[in-house]
């Protein structure tokens, strides 16, 4: 069981930053590639951005240059930093592992908020 704990949500006005962090309790956390999703209300999860095990990367439209995922192997850690935001980001952002032999784990989510 892989546990995943995000933070570095909140409230920011729109054009404002913030740096999303999800540290996973993985015994091998680089061989798992890594995901933000994020739910607005009403909304389905979708897709925001990932990042595999040999650092590729890949954004949602909505988010292509905006947002920048990353990840610290030696910290067990993967980010996704916000710059730009808009009132349209307000959402619940969830961090999702994926191993190589495809067993999912997502965290439970952090809120961030833009007002306009």
């Known amino acids: 069981q892989v546990q995943l704990v995000e933070s570095g949500g909140g409230l920011v006005q729109a054009g404002g930053s913030l740096r999303l962090s999800c540290v996973s309790s993985?015994?091998?956390?680089?061989?798992?590639?890594m995901a933000w999703y994020r739910q607005a209300p009403g909304k389905q999860r979708e897709l925001v951005a990932t990042i595999g095990s040999g650092y590729s990367t890949k954004y949602a439209d909505s988010v292509e240059g905006r947002f920048t995922i990353s990840r610290d192997n030696a910290k067990n850690t993967v980010y996704l930093q916000m710059y730009s935001l808009k009132p349209e980001d307000t959402a619940v952002y969830y961090c999702?592992?994926?191993?190589?032999?495809?067993?999912?784990?997502w965290g439970h989510g952090t809120q961030v908020t833009v007002s306009s």
């Open positions: 999702k592992s994926t191993s190589p032999s495809a067993y999912t784990y």
């Open positions: 993985a015994s091998i956390f680089s061989i798992n590639a």
